[in-house]
């Protein structure tokens, strides 16, 4: 939403907008003009010409229902993001359910320096374009299309990256073969003369892409995909060089400035959809050799009595499996896993997931659900989670508040310890809060 906001603004459109509560992106949004009010309310959309709103905001909102009871005009984030993409020759939808951040940005990243003037919506913030929008002039529009709420039907792609297909949304997915399918209707929007870059390691991304009757050009680390790594290395901090692979010839090296495995893949994906917009491998893995992440995926926050603290926005167990075994490659001491689950529909779907997803951790602190979008149901909790976890060998604790979290860091961490908080509501704020105390104490 932030980042619709900003692109609007610099199409010369009037935006103002509101949100629950004060988020990390709020100022960066005030900073560029735009009137953000803390808290729903029906005069907030007084004068307006359109009301956006997300999918998480549901319809006895009440500006949603301000809005219908005025008549104006109300659509939903994805949809207005489809309008947008619609005025393109190609636009690309980076859609999956992990790693859709990473792959727009490292694509954006290759585009912008290989001089192709794209217009950008990412789901971060990218230092490379100084935000997490940019309007560009050069007729290719990239976009995370995300599968929540069906959101990325509402898309007009020309071309489409799909990264993974895996469980998650639940509360609006009647199961994983549902999903499945509504990544097909994803790829059937494609034009005929679209095409597809697709996992091939994914039996069901692979699937897909064999019936949706577009181009498909596959990655992965397997033999038999398009775009693979070539004697791939690993280092001690995780950090892999790989030749850049096409159709059996090594058209590159690569070294990766990011860490995990699971970067190598979002590096293949990116460089397969800058090869099919006119961009060189050679072009490809220079960028590549430089990108340095997007904010909020394993960023450094602090460092603290010789302790370093990460952050992370993964939110389902497969994210954090992810992101703990890139902190385990870096730790020299007790590697501490700071978990905040997201909504209890996800967590109560994906239960047994979130049970020895921690594993790489030799301790777990569990923070209370971030109720997001949703009401607590009062039959689930943090200690239900904690309480499974411990029956797994994990060493967890339930830390339910911020205050209670930074307490427990703070009594038992030592040098060479490193924390990782995850989660994609507000535990970044766990980080700033540490921060702030640690400012405060020095003086």
Not at 140 to 148: G, P, T
Not at 212 to 227: E, I, M, Q, T
Not at 291 to 310: M, N, P, Q, W
Request: proline residues 4%.
């Amino acid at each position: 939403m932030s980042g619709l906001a900003e692109m609007l603004l610099d199409q010369g459109y009037q935006v103002s907008g509101s949100d629950r509560d004060e988020g990390y992106l709020i100022q960066n949004v005030r900073d560029r003009g735009i009137q953000v009010s803390i808290g729903h309310r029906a005069e907030n959309v007084h004068g307006a010409d359109l009301v956006v709103y997300s999918a998480a905001i549901h319809p006895d909102n009440p500006e949603r229902a301000e809005a219908a009871r005025l008549g104006i005009p109300a659509i939903e984030r994805a949809y207005l993001l489809g309008q947008l993409m619609e005025n393109y020759p190609n636009a690309v939808g980076i859609c999956g359910a992990h790693g859709k951040t990473t792959v727009t940005a490292m694509l954006s990243q290759i585009l912008m320096e290989a001089g192709k003037d794209p217009s950008i919506h990412i789901g971060g913030r990218l230092d490379a374009i100084g935000g997490s929008t940019r309007v560009g002039h050069g007729g290719i529009f990239v976009a995370e299309a995300c599968e929540y709420n069906r959101s990325f039907l509402h898309m007009y792609p020309t071309m489409a990256v799909v990264l993974n297909i895996d469980a998650d949304h639940l509360d609006c997915y009647r199961d994983l073969d549902e999903i499945e399918e509504t990544f097909g209707a994803f790829l059937r929007l494609l034009p005929p003369d679209g095409t597809v870059v697709g996992n091939g390691d994914d039996p069901r991304v692979r699937r897909q892409m064999g019936l949706c009757g577009r181009r498909a050009v596959s990655f992965g680390l397997k033999p038999g995909n398009d775009w693979r790594p070539a004697d791939l290395q690993e280092d001690e901090q995780g950090i892999f060089t790989f030749g850049l692979c096409n159709g059996g010839k090594t058209e590159a090296r690569v070294q990766m400035s990011v860490p995990g495995i699971f970067n190598v893949m979002n590096a293949l994906a990116a460089a397969a959809a800058a090869a099919q917009l006119g961009v060189e491998p050679g072009q490809a893995a220079a960028t590549l050799a430089r990108f340095s992440g997007a904010h909020r995926r394993f960023e450094l926050t602090d460092t603290i009595d010789g302790v370093e603290i990460f952050h992370d926005y993964g939110h389902n167990p497969a994210e954090m499996r992810n992101a703990l075994s890139i902190a385990r490659k870096r730790c020299k001491g007790t590697l501490w896993a700071v978990m905040q689950p997201h909504t209890f529909s996800r967590v109560r779907t994906l239960f047994d997931q979130y049970l020895d997803c921690t594993e790489e951790a030799d301790v777990t602190l569990v923070t209370d659900i971030c109720a997001a979008r949703e009401a607590d149901p009062g039959d689930l909790n943090s200690g239900m989670l904690v309480e499974g976890m411990k029956k797994h060998g994990i060493d967890a604790y339930w830390t339910p508040s911020f205050d209670d979290t930074e307490k427990y860091l703070r009594e038992h961490w030592k040098p060479g310890d490193l924390v990782l908080t995850m989660g994609c509501g507000d535990i970044n704020l766990l980080n700033d809060q540490i921060h702030r105390h640690e400012t405060e104490k020095r003086g």
